[in-house]
């Protein structure tokens, strides 16, 4: 099963995502994480997310570019925390966005659950500088694609989720 999560920023859909996937039996927890830890703020937000998934099984694999690189058991239940860090990081640090989708798909078949979590970053109305306008633009096509690829696609919203496609999975 492949689940996608969306939602605004600080809307609840990190600790909705976790939840769901806690609530699949434990045959192997992994948590992908995307963040380049840069400053104070992400520190923070590290720390955050560390402590929100402390005692929950996870084995946490740091993987800011590169995600055909992960291994994981088959029959594992993964978590990637997040899209636009992954973009961001392969758009603006030497990477290469056009292995993105290729390395989600093939995570999808090596593992039974693949909850992936995006932002919603299109709705602010803002025009930005070009290299931003091009992210965004990655970003909704990237989101749109892995939408068609999950069963599930949920956005969270004031920490209420709210099934898009599919089927609300046990939660």
């Given amino acids: 099963m492949i689940a996608l999560v969306t939602g605004g920023s600080g809307c609840g ?48 694999v740091e993987c800011p570019k590169d995600l055909a690189k992960v291994q994981v058991k088959p029959g594992s239940t993964v978590l990637l925390e997040d899209i636009p860090n992954l973009l961001a990081n392969e758009m603006f640090d030497g990477g290469d966005t056009d292995r993105i989708l290729p390395a989600i798909r093939d995570l999808s078949e090596a593992c039974r659950h693949l909850i992936i979590v995006t932002n919603d970053v299109f709705r ?24 068609c690829l999950a069963d599930t696609v949920c956005e969270v919203v ?14």
């Avoid at 609530?23 to 560390?50: K, L």
């Avoid at 109305?125 to 939408?147: D, F, K, V, W």
């Avoid at 004031?158 to 939660?171: A, D, Q, T, W």
């Fill in 13 to 60: 859909k990190s600790t909705w995502a976790e939840k769901l996937v806690s609530s699949f039996p434990d045959e192997g927890r992994v948590y992908i994480a995307t963040m380049q830890v840069y400053d104070e703020e992400s520190v923070r937000r590290v720390a955050r997310h560390r402590e929100q998934r402390a005692g929950k099984g996870f084995e946490t």
């Fill in 158 to 171: 004031y920490s209420i989720p709210v099934i898009l496609k599919g089927e609300m999975p046990c939660v």
């Fill in 124 to 147: 602010d109305g803002i025009i930005y500088p070009g290299s931003t306008q091009e992210y965004i633009r990655r970003l909704a096509g990237l989101n749109r694609n892995i939408a």
